[in-house]
């Protein structure tokens, strides 16, 4: 038999059934057999595969910041009474303050937009109640209002205390029953502060309060944030501001990282629950 021109015999590479290849039976000339179920295996898997979810992905969490830079320069807007069901109280308040001068909003601020970030990459939909530091308010009315619109999964407030300064310790805010909107959220916020204040505890190494509650957790009926949430919420009281020793920690932003992502991993633990 005459040998065919190089030119053909590349075409005869490309495509096997132009030159007389083999049929269905086996390869075709110039191809690669099939993988075999165990090399398919190696080659891991198919490059159209969908990517693989993401822990927290579908799930919406809002974040709302403590008190607002700004408060402490408008009392008229602040000190504003707004309804709360349990009683009526104060639009907001200025939060308290380190004695070298950091003040909680700016701490409340730090931490939740550290957590948000952590979220967002677990594939969460996260939402902050306020956009920055330097405003005023909004009411804790409107604080509520913002993961009630937002259908959250799970909302925590962030804040950190102002006690005497030998007092020590965080602990977590729950609601209780009230014959309001809360009620029907109060079971599912009871288990949200339970995962926090075990990751929050492992996460940052701080102790159980010594001044508020039991263990860590205490539970108001005075909190309008709380009173008009229909969504799991909680309050993080990340510690005490006066306490020199909490105060050095909270204005470390290597230990307010640590702070983020205890609350991200008790915010998770309590969604995949």
């Not at 165990?38 to 080659?43: H, M, V």
């Not at 990517?51 to 992905?57: F, G, I």
């Not at 579908?58 to 069901?85: C, E, M």
């Not at 909680?234 to 983020?260: H, L, S, T, W, Y």
Request: proline residues 6%.
């Amino acid at each position: 038999m005459r040998a065919l021109p190089a030119s053909l015999l590349a075409v005869c590479g490309l495509i096997a059934s132009a030159c007389g290849g083999t049929g269905s039976g086996g390869a075709a000339a110039g191809q690669a057999a099939p993988a075999t179920p165990a090399q398919q295996q190696q080659q891991g898997p198919a490059r159209d595969a969908p990517p693989e979810a993401e822990p927290l992905d579908g799930k919406v969490i809002v974040i709302d910041p403590g008190h607002n830079g700004a408060n402490y320069r408008n009392p008229a807007a602040i000190n504003r009474q707004v309804d709360v069901l349990t009683h009526k109280k104060a639009c907001d308040t200025t939060g308290t303050i380190t004695a070298s001068g950091y003040r909680e909003a700016a701490f409340a601020w730090d931490v939740s937009n550290r957590l948000a970030k952590i979220l967002k990459g677990r594939g969460a939909t996260v939402k902050l109640t306020r956009n920055n530091n330097d405003g005023v308010g909004p009411c804790i009315t409107e604080r509520a209002a913002i993961g009630n619109k937002a259908k959250a999964d799970a909302a925590i407030s962030v804040h950190a205390d102002g006690a005497p300064t030998s007092a020590r310790g965080f602990h977590v805010i729950i609601p209780k029953k009230i014959n309001g909107p809360v009620d029907r959220v109060v079971g599912a916020s009871n288990k949200l502060g339970l995962a926090v204040r075990a990751a929050f505890a492992k996460g940052t190494g701080l102790p159980y309060s010594t001044y508020v509650g039991r263990q860590a957790l205490s539970y108001r009926n005075d909190l309008g944030g709380l009173n008009l949430s229909t969504v799991p919420k909680v309050f993080i009281e990340c510690g005490n501001m006066k306490n020199p020793a909490e105060a050095a920690k909270f204005q470390d932003p290597k230990f307010r990282q640590k702070i983020a992502l205890a609350l991200a991993n008790g915010l998770q633990h309590y969604l995949e629950a």
